[in-house]
């Protein structure tokens, strides 16, 4: 009976270290990971928001050492290149059919972030500066804006999702019809008055990150190029309700007044333009010998190192010299090359110091025989 009870004892000793050990290892092993940030851990304080929206700033700025954006003119009638630009080749401009800016990631990205980050916000469950907070959900806003503008200006009419979808064949193909251009840029000036609600006259890195007034600059121009773009393509496939106009077979009941819409975009573009222009003082150009002096304000803003102290400067790229921004990015064609240049035409196109364009016959234009004739000043 002794012998009985002492296995007895043993196994059950043995059977309540196995159900421990594994409880103890379960817990162990049931952690977040600690190479990861999970999804619940995130966009919960101000420095994640901060991280995330940062992370999403796809602008074209400078980069690396090369001409970089100054040579986005290559191969029109302002600036050439030794080689030439297929663009103007019958068939080789083509609207891209995937890719490019079919590309949706930087919108599911900044979707992701307003699904997460509102209902936190909302209820005051983001940790940090409330005021900063408040700020980086305006940028979200302003991005996703941004991310739209340039689908519409390559693409015209684009598909508007407001949410992340999920991988369900009929739910995609039902977000990806495309929507009249019109009300793709209604879409985009509707989060671009969300964004200068939100956003700080000052942002908490300053210059070198979106502001009210750069939000409200940029719904000038969103307006300007819509309105533009309406008005002189009015009647034509390239407009909604236009002859030939695609979109008719996804939306065979879609009317517009496009009188309407067009002052209602180049209305929006004068008043937001406005409140920058009323508001933000031009840098004083002193003019001095006319183009060339470090002591002239103007003159110095387009080498200086530092913008921030130019009211005129609403968002900039700090210089880096790793990455081959520096202050000579802004003349780098005119002293290194880069392979283009600056054609005849536009040259041409400048009025002589007195306001007369070369061709008067009072402008005293030096004429071409040489470039020192070219540059040389009138009176």
């Known amino acids: 009976m002794k012998t009985t009870y002492y296995f007895s004892t043993i196994s059950w000793l043995l059977s309540m270290t196995v159900l421990f050990t ?18 619940q851990e995130y966009l919960n304080t101000e420095a994640d928001l901060a991280a995330y929206t940062i992370g999403r700033y796809a602008f074209p700025s400078h980069s690396g050492w090369g001409l970089g954006t100054f040579a986005n003119d290559n191969g ?9 630009s297929t663009r103007w080749v019958p068939g080789e ?3 891209p059919s995937s890719g490019g800016e079919w590309d949706f990631t930087q919108i599911r990205q900044l979707n992701y ?17 409330s005021g900063n907070i408040t700020h980086y959900v305006g940028e979200a806003y302003f991005l996703r804006a941004y991310e739209y503008f340039n689908k519409v200006q390559a693409l015209g009419d684009f598909p508007i999702i407001r949410n992340t979808l999920k991988d369900n064949m009929e739910e995609l193909t039902a977000a990806s019809v495309r929507q009249p251009r019109n009300m793709v840029v209604r879409f985009i000036l509707s989060d671009l008055d969300s964004a200068i609600t939100l956003l700080n006259d000052v942002a908490p890195d300053g210059k070198n990150r979106i502001s009210k007034k750069a939000a409200l600059l940029f719904k000038s121009r969103v307006g300007l190029f819509e309105g533009s773009w309406l008005k002189y393509h009015k009647g034509t496939a390239f407009v909604p309700g236009g002859t030939g106009w695609p979109g008719a077979k996804s939306h065979p009941n879609f009317s517009i007044n496009i009188d309407n819409e067009i002052n209602y975009f180049l209305e929006q573009s004068m008043t ?14 002193t003019k001095d010998d006319g183009y060339n002096s470090s002591s002239n304000p103007y003159f110095k803003m387009f080498g200086d190192e530092n913008l921030n102290g130019y009211s005129e400067v609403l ?5 880096s010299m790793p990455l081959g921004i520096t202050h000579a990015v802004n003349h780098y064609m005119n002293r290194n090359g880069g392979n283009s240049g600056y054609s005849r035409g536009l040259v041409e196109n400048f009025t002589m110091k007195n306001g007369l364009p070369i061709y008067a016959s009072n402008a005293g234009y030096a004429g071409d025989d040489s470039i020192s004739l070219v540059k040389k000043k009138s009176g």
Do not use: I, M
């Open 76 to 84: 029109t009638d302002n600036q050439v290149t030794s080689s030439y």
């Open 113 to 129: 972030f307003l699904e997460q980050v509102l209902p936190k916000w909302k209820n005051g469950k983001v940790a940090g500066n």
């Open 93 to 95: 401009w083509r609207v």
């Open 272 to 285: 937001a333009a406005a409140q920058v222009a009323d508001a933000v003082e031009l840098v004083g150009n």
């Open 315 to 319: 968002l900039w790229r700090s210089y």
């Open 22 to 39: 594994l409880h103890s290892c379960n817990k162990y092993l049931d952690r977040e990971p600690l190479s990861n940030v999970t999804p």
